[in-house]
């Protein structure tokens, strides 16, 4: 089985060599993004291996099929980069459901600590021995409440660290798993309740139709003052320029990224040389109670064993019993 890699990071490779070796699966890696100009790289692949900012539109499904691809492995559990219904029937769309939900959780928590905290302030301040606490005053997380959008196994675990800190949490979901609720420390409301009553919001839900943009203007003209917004799933969850005209009108209080709208020929990159074009990024990034990391949540030695070994186990799954569990299928009720 041969198999051609895009989107490659040195941190990729060692998990992936590992695993591919254990079934002799012959990866050819490329550091290039998937998309309509380098999809020809896949010729003579039995399958191709992409991540979360990898072009797979239709005319990339086009080529592929035509190259004779059967298989597309995403080292990802999002596939909103994937056309699944121009692929139905074309290509089999494999995806890793779950690495580390505790990665991207703790993670999560990291950036609100550090943003309430002043932490990366105080680490800057006192490398030039500048021991002043002058601007560093927070606030406590106990007895704060987090408004939690997305319980899936990723806002389980940010509500059971939030739980840890004394937090009282409101949870939304499409599909509302009563058993998390405990009658006194987390429960279920509608949005309109979560976000009149939050301190924090905090995003895990996948990105949608129905989830694009959920923090908009309309969505922040009803939180309270000074509302912290984390979000670590995905950029487009947030209109990027309504969180910034509400962090200049003060109605934002801080607001912690790892993951932005148009990050896709930004992040995982190393721009430092060149003049960021992106206004809204640039802006963002320049406030001085917003934090941006490069969609690192992800992150983790365990996290990255985990992906390589269930997207291996992905391709061998369907490549010697024509079928995996992990494949997405497209439902012709979601045009509904």
């Known amino acids: 089985m041969k198999i051609a890699f ?24 490329y550091e ?60 089999h769309i494999l995806r890793v459901p779950a690495y580390s939900p505790y990665a991207v959780a703790e993670h999560t928590m990291a950036l609100l600590l550090t943003s309430i905290r002043r932490i990366h302030k105080a680490y800057i301040r006192s490398r030039d021995f500048n021991f002043s606490l002058s601007g560093f005053t927070g606030f406590d997380l106990h ?28 949870a939304y979901d499409k599909f509302p798993q009563k058993e998390i609720e405990d009658g006194e420390k987390v429960k279920y409301v509608e949005l309109q309740e979560l976000f009149s009553r939050s301190d924090i919001i905090s995003l895990h839900c996948p990105l949608t139709e129905e989830t694009h943009h959920i923090i908009d203007e309309k969505a922040l003209s009803v ?11 995905r950029g487009a969850l947030v209109d990027a320029e309504a969180l910034l005209n509400e962090i200049k009108s003060r109605k934002v209080g801080a607001a912690c990224l790892d993951v932005y709208e148009e990050e896709s020929d930004l992040f995982f ?23 941006v990391t490069s969609h690192q949540a992800f992150l983790t030695e365990e996290a990255l064993e985990n992906i390589a070994e269930t997207t291996i186990e992905n391709l061998v799954s369907f490549f010697e019993n024509g079928e995996c569990k992990n494949e997405i299928r497209y439902k012709p009720e979601n045009d509904e």
Do not use: W
Request: net charge neutral; aromatic share 8%; glycine share 10%.
């Open 143 to 170: 007895g704060k409440t987090v408004g939690v959008i997305g319980t899936g196994k990723i806002g389980k675990v940010f509500i059971d660290i939030c739980k840890g800190f004394g937090m009282k949490v409101l």
């Open 269 to 291: 990159e190393d721009n430092s040389g060149h003049i960021l074009e992106d206004d809204t990024l640039a802006r963002l990034i320049s406030m001085p109670n917003v934090i």
């Open 32 to 91: 290039t993004k998937l998309n309509e100009d380098t999809v020809f790289l896949a010729s003579g692949c039995d399958a191709v291996c992409a991540f979360v900012n990898d072009t797979v539109n239709a005319e990339v499904i086009d080529n592929l099929t035509q190259l004779g691809v059967k298989v597309l492995a995403l080292r990802s559990a999002g596939f909103n980069n994937v056309d699944i219904k121009h692929a139905d029937g074309k290509i």
């Open 6 to 29: 895009f989107d490659t990071k040195p941190y990729d490779k060692p998990a992936f060599d590992k695993y591919s070796g254990e079934y002799g699966i012959n990866i050819k890696y």
């Open 223 to 233: 939180c309270k003052k000074g509302v912290v917004i984390l979000n670590t799933s």
